[in-house]
């Protein structure tokens, strides 16, 4: 089956530190998601791509947070510096939108993150 | 803006039906999805209906669809303690491949 793949799977490192999430969406998606979970705000949408273009970023706080697709096969997120605020997990998704085709989203097995 | 809710725990015996429940209010939502989530695992897609739908059946999943009342329900037949897991509600617009907004989730436990 085809998956969306995540790196890392987990993450500790101390408040101030980049971290780099990267994602690898299924062949052929041209839509690329990133959400956040936390206990307290649930799942929300952070930023997507679509065909490698930022769609929208409006859940992403700006100042520390930037998300980009250097290529079609990789999404990366990165946060600089890290918050104590910013552990949750990280989930990237993938879909596949055209004029004739619809895909639904499928998600990675997701980057916990904790910051120290 | 949109949102979605879900009662937060729902209980049931091996060999029972469960019934989830969730509410939307965005009226323009065109499709309607069921995730379920297993503890440390990511989300796994279980089923989704096109808004102008009242019913979808996949085996023993069955998605129900009131648009009017904005009112959404994914029934289990049969529940096994495999099924325990998170199971959540998203509601998108313009295609499958738009952002989710999901609800809270809704916690099934399932008991011998």
């Known amino acids: 089956d085809a998956r969306v793949t995540q790196t890392p799977r987990h993450k500790v490192t101390e408040m101030g530190q980049e971290v780099t999430m990267r994602c690898q969406p299924i062949l052929g998606h041209n839509t690329v998601f990133w959400y956040r979970q936390t206990m307290m705000q649930g799942l929300e949408l952070l930023a997507y791509?679509?065909?490698?273009?930022?769609?929208?970023d409006s859940g992403m706080p700006k100042d520390r947070f930037s998300a980009e697709m250097p290529d079609a096969t990789l999404a990366t997120l990165k946060i600089q510096p890290s918050e104590p605020r910013d552990s949750a997990v990280y989930f990237c998704?993938?879909?596949?939108?055209?004029?004739?085709?619809?895909?639904?989203?499928?998600f990675g097995d997701g980057t916990r993150l904790s910051i120290l | 803006g949109e949102d979605v809710e879900q009662s937060l725990f729902l209980s049931v015996r091996e060999g029972d039906s469960s019934v989830i429940n969730c509410t939307y209010t965005d009226s323009s939502s065109t499709y309607l999805y069921w995730y379920k989530q297993e503890p440390g695992a990511g989300l796994q897609l279980l089923t989704y209906?096109?808004?102008?739908?009242d019913m979808k059946q996949d085996q023993r999943l069955t998605v129900l669809l009131n648009k009017k009342d904005k009112h959404l329900s994914l029934r289990i037949a049969d529940t096994q303690t495999g099924d325990s897991a998170i199971y959540f509600c998203?509601?998108?617009?313009?295609?499958?491949?738009?952002?989710?907004?999901f609800g809270t989730g809704t916690r099934l436990q399932v008991t011998l």
């Open positions: 209906i096109f808004s102008n739908m």
């Open positions: 998203a509601e998108s617009g313009y295609g499958t491949a738009s952002k989710l907004t």
């Open positions: 791509f679509r065909n490698r273009a930022p769609l929208d």
């Open positions: 998704a993938s879909g596949l939108m055209t004029g004739n085709s619809n895909q639904p989203q499928h």
